[in-house]
């Protein structure tokens, strides 16, 4: 199984996404990536938006856990979706570390009917709606104390 981080950054009633361009119309994913053995999921999500994006973030608690069955051309795939409680600096698409095409900001009140990577788009919707209320927490070492 593959494991695919990303994380929502909300500003202004947007969320910051990538634009691609698949079978001529625009999708958009939440910025993230594949995890690779033995690297955490911080780490991943830290390096990938500097990497694509050119800035630096801090990465908060879990939103949403999904999972993606496998298909005939994709693997089965658990996307973890973080909130990012901060973005320091300008995001850009860095065309050397990605095939997006430029950033975007999507309007809350459109997730729902706008193709979104990971299709999450109606649960971010509720989420933004219920007022930020629900979300799991992430615990960095759930091994931490040795008991095993």
Not at 57 to 69: C, F, N, S, Y
């Amino acid at each position: 199984m593959r494991v695919r981080v990303s994380a929502v950054f909300e500003q202004a009633g947007e969320i910051l996404c990538m634009r691609y361009v698949y079978g001529g119309k625009d999708v958009y994913a939440i910025p993230g990536g594949g995890v690779d053995k033995d690297t955490l999921l911080h780490d991943t999500l830290i390096d990938e938006w500097k990497t694509e994006l050119g800035v630096k973030v801090t990465v908060g608690d879990i939103l949403l856990v999904g999972e993606a069955p496998a298909t005939k051309r994709h693997t089965q795939t658990l996307h973890i979706i973080f909130e990012a409680t901060d973005v320091r600096g300008t995001p850009k698409v860095r065309p050397d570390s990605t095939h997006s095409l430029d950033v975007a900001w999507v309007p809350i009140d459109r997730l729902k009917t706008s193709p979104l990577y990971p299709d999450v788009g109606k649960q971010l919707f509720d989420y933004f709606q219920s007022g930020r209320t629900r979300s799991i927490t992430f615990i960095d070492n759930c091994m931490e104390r040795g008991y095993w």
